[in-house]
């Protein structure tokens, strides 16, 4: 005998944190929970049975009408949109409900209170724009609360004389960081130095950063200056520190105490005044440890730290970066592109990005380069984005015909809605499962072990 869960649906939905509408195929409402009577500011009594348009402004009818057509025809999965009702945020999602066999049952529509997230985002901004981040910060994108630290810190460090050790993984934008502190500091007026370390051989490494006389060795038919000295006045930036040989590493040691230079082949101390900015994406205590890497050398260098921090703790700023890249490259190659489709955003936003923002912008150059529309699809982004994202969490649709088959059983119900509950949470957090798990009141392994579930569905 089978159970009436009719009910127990109800109870579910009417439990439910975010606001549940759901509309028939005709547009007409047929449920609201509590949830989103509180959202809206309604009563579900006077609404059930009139026109979803009825909770809508009218200003938004035509754009409501379309979205409606388009979740019945198939042409459009999904969609979300932000909306401020009085001084609150919400997210409201719309999903196509269908039967089993396809055929359109109406659609659910699921509003999430952001208020917070997005008061955050825009102090953010505001933050931003009052630091005057603008001018200073040529080639930075996002504003997410890792990078304002960064930006908050380069600000503050800019304007001294003082030593920064800029640490981070490859591809995080440490030049970027060294190139902005240059630009607020007093010595801008002279070009920054660059000197890739690690780029380098060593037996190179001396006289390039600290010249050489002449007849200091054979070839040395005249004296030249070293970086150090062409930095004179200005900053050099020494890119992947950690690969500077020893004796390169006692030589810098005291242009940073007695701010002397000797060239290679002389004795004659040249006094140079040159700020230094270090960058390395390896360990440098680790390297101490090791005997790799001078101790003293680094408590000089270690006087304002920046971490760059890599794109997985920033996911906020994904879609500002691409956005950004899509430009750039969609000029230099002429091409129509402008903007990315629901799929390759999904794919873009669940990527771990081992090789940061410069592996973002490979692959929307990639992208670009392949796109034949207005729009950069998933086929057209590299490989491994879509590798990657087969073994995170899917999007799941709400069971068909749960609200309107009052037969289907619990146990399948309470799977579709944990599963829904799962993906809204991921998608909520850009793929970050910790905080999807945080957000779902559970633990980080039940969060894992239920979508090895759900991949397996």
């Not at 009417?14 to 509590?34: Q, V």
């Not at 008061?119 to 981040?133: A, D, H, V």
């Not at 630290?149 to 981070?168: D, E, M, Q, W």
């Not at 002449?214 to 520190?241: C, N, P, V, W, Y």
Request: aromatic share 6%; glycine share 8%; net charge neutral.
């Amino acid at each position: 005998m089978r159970t009436d869960t009719g009910p127990i649906y109800k109870s579910i939905l009417e439990s439910m944190g975010e606001g549940i509408i759901f509309a028939d195929a005709d547009g007409i409402l047929t449920f609201i929970n509590s949830t989103a009577e509180k959202i809206r500011g309604i009563s579900a009594t006077d609404y059930i049975g009139r026109s979803i348009l009825s909770i809508h402004s009218p200003a938004s009818a035509e754009r409501i009408c379309k979205l409606l057509s388009s979740l019945k025809d198939g042409s459009t999965l999904q969609t979300r949109r932000v909306i401020k009702v009085m001084e609150a945020y919400f997210e409201n999602s719309y999903y196509p409900i269908r039967q089993p066999d396809g055929s359109y049952l109406g659609t659910l529509l699921v509003s999430r209170d952001i208020t917070e997230r997005q008061r955050l985002k825009e102090e953010n901004e505001t933050l931003r724009e009052n630091m005057n981040l603008g001018a200073l910060f040529d080639g930075f994108v996002g504003a997410s609360t890792a990078m304002l630290k960064v930006f908050r810190t380069i600000n503050v460090a800019a304007p001294l004389n003082s030593t920064v050790l800029i640490t981070g993984e490859s591809g995080t934008g440490k030049e970027l960081v060294a190139a902005a502190i240059h630009k607020g500091s007093k010595r801008n007026l002279k070009r920054m130095v660059t000197v890739n370390c690690a780029a380098l051989p060593e037996n190179l490494v001396e006289s390039e950063l600290f010249g050489y006389g002449r007849g200091a060795f054979t070839g040395a038919i005249a004296s030249h200056r070293g970086k150090f000295e062409q930095a004179d006045g200005s900053t050099i930036f020494l890119d992947e520190i950690g690969d500077l040989p020893a004796n390169a590493q006692a030589k810098l040691l005291r242009v940073l105490q007695d701010k002397v230079v000797v060239r290679l082949g002389s004795e004659k101390s040249i006094t140079v005044d040159v700020r230094i900015i270090a960058a390395t994406n390896q360990d440098i205590k680790k390297l101490v440890a090791q005997g790799r890497f001078r101790e003293d050398l680094f408590y000089r260098l270690n006087v304002i730290t920046i971490n760059a921090p890599p794109l997985r703790e920033r996911r906020e700023d994904i879609l500002p970066l691409a956005a950004f890249f899509i430009n750039k490259f969609a000029k230099s190659m002429s091409k129509p592109v402008a903007g990315i489709s629901e799929g390759a955003r999904t794919l873009l936003l669940s990527h771990d990005y081992p090789g940061n923002v410069r592996e973002l912008e490979n692959a929307i150059e990639r992208s670009i380069a392949l796109s034949s529309g207005t729009e950069i699809h998933p086929q057209d982004l590299p490989v491994d984005f879509v590798a990657a994202n087969n073994n995170d969490a899917r999007h799941v649709s709400p069971p068909a015909g749960f609200l309107e088959n009052e037969t289907y059983d619990l146990h399948h119900a309470r799977d579709g809605f944990e599963r829904q509950a799962i993906m809204d949470a991921l998608a909520q957090t850009n793929g970050r499962r910790a905080e999807a798990a945080k957000l779902l009141n559970i633990s980080r392994k039940t969060l894992w072990l239920k979508l090895k579930t759900v991949e397996e569905m």
